[in-house]
């Protein structure tokens, strides 16, 4: 799943990251040069994305205003900002602000056809313009060809190409600005979604005026040299992957080659060098109408919906798609993008089940229409088997409806998918409260069982239940408490804060920091918490408590574990205590439950200098068992 959690960043955040910039600078002399001239080609300062972009972040959409207006008038249409925060959120895309100048949307990782202006600027006309958008993009040959040699095969094999001219720009300077800049956005965005980071697919824009056709996809060795985008000087594949910052980022998929792909035009200029970096000589400038789109990678389909978007984003700024002749590295010849629907065969009985109540052929037909698709017909069955296997197969003689679906809409790939966009276009507002009628029958696991137990008796002893972060510390873990590793200890390689450099092999310390976080509330203050540890690289269940009370002490604790054992059926008898050495309790005050050679757990009254350490001044009662030592010993009444 893809993240989209942060809002972008502020002027200081901005200047901060320049900062960092002219750190970097000092590095070489290669990698100056490219940096200096990343930020002179975004002078007038970039969008946030492109920013967070290089922190290695992706935060939600900042969409402009003036430049949705601008598409909108392109088709047709006219932009209504205000309205965006009305209809946005009732298709999926909540708004987290709406001015005068930017609409701020959070794009769900299951929408990556709604990643740019121009996508959604086509979404609003039809789900809140009530224009007709048909789910196809007119396309038409373009004479180009581009081979892909055999050697590709276990280097690139996936190789598309799409041709747009005539693109519509505006006459001023920062108009074409941002556009240059909202397409590298849209490119990035599908970089790290569809793309996964460049792994199973990247894109390549180029100027068409500036290479010649025909073109070829090589493999070439590590010494083949090209001047790269942004630079004026020659590097050899080699530095570009160690010296140039795209090379430093995306090495690691290029690791294990021993060749490295490259798309070359008739020129043998080079065009491209897939997933790294263009040629500088193809850059796209204010005086670009004519593009050529080159996607590569390893998954067809992530491939197609990049190629296909990037080409809608395109077409909806005034281009004419042509398609390229590809022939793959299998000597199979296609026409590259397709631009026509996609058809899916939903039955009416999916629908009914699904959204609990029956829609009209017209009411289908108007939520596909809002969601950018259309219903072809709707007719019965007659052509499947009498008995279905699931819920989405047709059977002879019910009604089911035929169904197109834009190309790009790679989140499709079942008709339930189909069934959510109708629910979307129809408003989930106006579908009935009703509870489900699905009865699933299941035995439950030993585990689950085992959990509930567990919790219905601490919380029987008035106890509260928390939920904590697995991230802890070694000071928290370790250190404060006196407990040494009892395994080898899982660290974050990069830690977004001091506080979480570790994952934790203990709760009990958690629970110490939440008693920390609410010293100054009234007490008592009694919380567990249930949850995994990490033990040498393996996941472990534990169960803690910590209660910070007056009058609490060795003998409160013992009464929790004792209570918690009764009631997982374990009796008094059948385990010893031993006398804690070491750890976070008072001596003489703490006591280890073994059973049969194996350690349950511990319990104890916290000592105060452990307290102290945690900024505790109430005397502190807890213990802590392994919930798996646990299973084993403890009778389950209903299994």
């Known amino acids: 799943m893809v993240e989209i959690d942060y809002p ?17 600078k000092s ?18 300062r970039p969008s946030i994305t492109y920013v967070a972009r290089e922190l290695r972040i992706m935060p939600t959409l900042n969409l402009q205003h003036s430049l ?19 209809w946005l959120p009732a298709m999926g895309c909540p708004v987290e602000g709406n001015d005068e100048e930017i609409v701020e949307v959070e794009v769900f990782p299951d929408r990556p056809d709604l990643l740019s202006h121009e996508s959604l600027a086509r979404a609003s006309r039809s789900f809140a313009g009530g224009h007709i958008v048909a789910p196809l993009m007119d396309i038409e040959p373009s004479g180009l060809e581009m081979t892909v040699d055999s050697s590709l095969r276990d280097v690139r094999p996936v190789v598309l190409a799409a041709v747009v001219r005539g693109v519509d720009l505006v006459d001023d300077e920062d108009g074409v600005e941002s556009f240059i800049q909202s397409l590298m956005d849209h490119q990035e965005k599908l970089h790290l979604t569809l793309g996964r980071k460049r792994g199973l697919a990247s894109i390549g824009v180029h100027d068409l005026q500036t290479v010649k056709d025909p073109f070829r996809v090589v493999t070439v060795p590590e010494t083949y040299s090209f001047v790269p985008l942004m630079m004026d000087e020659s590097l050899s594949i080699k530095q570009i992957l160690e010296e140039h910052p795209k090379g430093i980022d995306y090495a690691h998929l290029m690791s294990e080659l021993d060749s490295y792909p490259v798309i070359l035009d008739a020129n043998d200029d080079i065009l491209s060098f897939p997933p790294i970096i263009n040629g500088d000589h193809t850059t796209v400038s204010h005086s670009t109408k004519d593009f050529l789109i080159d996607v590569t990678g390893w998954d067809i389909r992530s491939c197609e919906a ?17 398609s390229v002749k590809i022939t793959s590295h299998t000597g199979e010849e296609m026409h590259t993008p397709r631009g026509d629907p996609v058809r899916n065969r939903v039955p009416e009985r999916l629908i009914s089940k699904i959204l609990g109540m029956d829609l009209s052929q017209e009411q289908i037909e108007r939520a596909l229409q809002r969601m950018c698709g259309s219903l072809v017909e709707s007719r019965t069955v007659s052509d499947v088997s009498n008995r279905p296997e699931k819920w989405a197969d047709c059977v002879i003689g019910e009604k089911e409806h035929i169904v197109e679906m834009p190309r790009w809409r790679s989140d499709i790939m079942h008709p339930v998918d189909i069934v959510e966009d109708i629910a979307i276009g129809f408003g989930y507002h106006n579908l009935p409260e009703k509870l489900s009628e699905v009865h699933l029958d299941a035995i439950p696991l ?73 010293r100054h509330h009234e007490l008592p203050q009694r919380v567990y918490e249930l949850s995994d540890v990490v033990r040498g690289a393996k996941n472990q269940s534990r169960v803690a408590w910590a209660c910070a009370e007056v009058g609490g002490g060795f003998a409160s604790s013992k009464g929790v574990a004792q209570a918690l054992l009764r009631d997982l059926g374990i009796g008094i008898d059948e385990v010893s205590l031993v006398e804690a050495v070491g750890g976070p309790w008072i001596n003489g005050r703490g006591a280890v439950v073994m059973f049969d050679g194996v350690e349950v757990g511990s319990f104890g009254e916290i000592s105060p200098g452990v307290r102290n350490k945690f900024g505790l001044r109430s005397p502190v009662n807890a213990g802590e068992f392994d919930v798996e030592v646990l299973s084993r010993i403890a009778p389950d009444p209903i299994l």
Not at 27 to 42: A, F, G, M, P, T
Not at 74 to 79: A, E, F, I, P
Request: glycine residues 4%; contains cysteine; aromatic residues 4%.
């Open 8 to 24: 972008g960043l502020d002027d200081r955040a901005w200047h901060r990251w320049l900062g960092e910039i002219e750190q970097e």
């Open 27 to 44: 590095q070489s002399s290669r990698l100056r040069h490219c940096i200096d001239k990343r930020i002179e080609v975004n002078r007038l």
């Open 68 to 86: 949705l207006e601008y598409i909108q008038k392109l088709n047709g249409s006219g932009h209504t900002p205000e309205s965006w925060s009305d």
């Open 306 to 322: 990049c190629l296909l978007l990037i080409c809608l984003s395109l077409y909806e700024r005034g281009g004419e798609v042509e």
């Open 446 to 518: 030993v585990s689950s069982h085992l959990h509930r137990r567990i919790r219905s008796s601490l919380r029987s002893l008035r106890i509260q239940e928390t939920q904590g972060l697995t991230l802890s510390n070694e000071k928290d873990q370790f250190d404060r408490v006196r407990w040494e590793p009892v395994a080898e200890v899982a660290r974050i390689s990069n830690p977004i804060s001091v506080e979480h450099t570790i994952l934790r092999q203990s709760i009990l310390p958690s629970l110490l920091v939440l008693l920390s976080s609410n």
